[in-house]
């Protein structure tokens, strides 16, 4: 009866490459978020989702394209993957604009 | 622009001894605020949240916190630390309304046995 889930759970891929990472809540919450946690473990918002719809897109590298195919679901693509883009990426959900639950993460190390 | 500092990197105690990990926040507003913790190569886990009413607040694993508006602080405190303990502690803050969570850096706690 897992909340939030995420798949997969590590990742390694070559540099150019395309990926995406699903996430999947069973909470019945209505927004979804995309956090990246870099290497110094500095946490920030990349993308948020409320009822499929976009509501926060931070200044992140439009290779990055978040998806929601419906309330329970955000995937995040990325394209032509680089080396900076290493880093633990975590879903998150939470009942509008209150409390929010993460994810495991997906540890993804592009070489 | 909305803030949070955690001014402690790293922190080293003794199993049984207090703990007091600070965080700061510069918000225009009172914000809502958290404790999330992050045991390595894990997720995080919610140890409680702050929105309104009493000032200190309880959470899981015997953690409290204290809101102080006229420090801007919301620090986290726990009487006697156990080694399970040792982890990765983040606060975190959202305006209201905004549904951005913003973090601070983090405060890593060991625990000597």
């Known amino acids: 009866d897992t909340a939030v889930s995420q798949t997969p759970k590590y990742l390694v891929t070559q540099m150019g490459n395309d990926k995406s990472i699903k996430c999947e809540q069973n909470l019945g919450h209505d927004t979804m978020y995309w956090y990246k946690q870099d290497s110094k473990k500095f946490l920030k918002i990349m993308f948020s989702?409320?009822?499929?719809?976009?509501?926060i897109n931070e200044t992140v590298p439009n290779r990055f394209s978040p998806k929601s195919p419906d309330k329970a679901h955000l995937n995040l693509h990325i394209n032509s993957l680089e080396l900076g883009d290493s880093a633990v990426y975590f879903c998150?959900?939470?009942?509008?604009?209150?409390?929010?639950?993460f994810g495991p993460g997906t540890r993804l190390l592009v070489l | 622009a909305q803030s949070v500092t955690q001014p402690d990197i790293h922190i080293t105690v003794s199993e049984g001894a207090s703990l007091e990990l600070r965080c700061n926040y510069s918000y225009g507003a009172t914000p809502y605020l958290f404790w999330y913790v992050q045991s390595p190569g894990q997720g995080l886990q919610l140890l409680l949240k702050y929105f309104s009413g009493d000032t200190l607040v309880q959470g899981i694993k015997g953690f409290e916190a204290e809101f102080k508006r006229s420090q801007s602080s919301f620090n986290l405190r726990k009487p006697s630390v156990h080694w399970s303990d040792a982890a990765e502690y983040f606060c975190?803050?959202?305006?209201?309304?905004?549904?951005?969570?913003?973090f601070g850096k983090g405060t890593l706690l060991t625990v000597n046995p």
């Open positions: 989702y409320n009822n499929k719809e976009l509501i």
């Open positions: 975190a803050a959202s305006g209201g309304s905004n549904y951005k969570l913003t």
């Open positions: 998150a959900s939470s009942p509008a604009a209150e409390t929010q639950y």
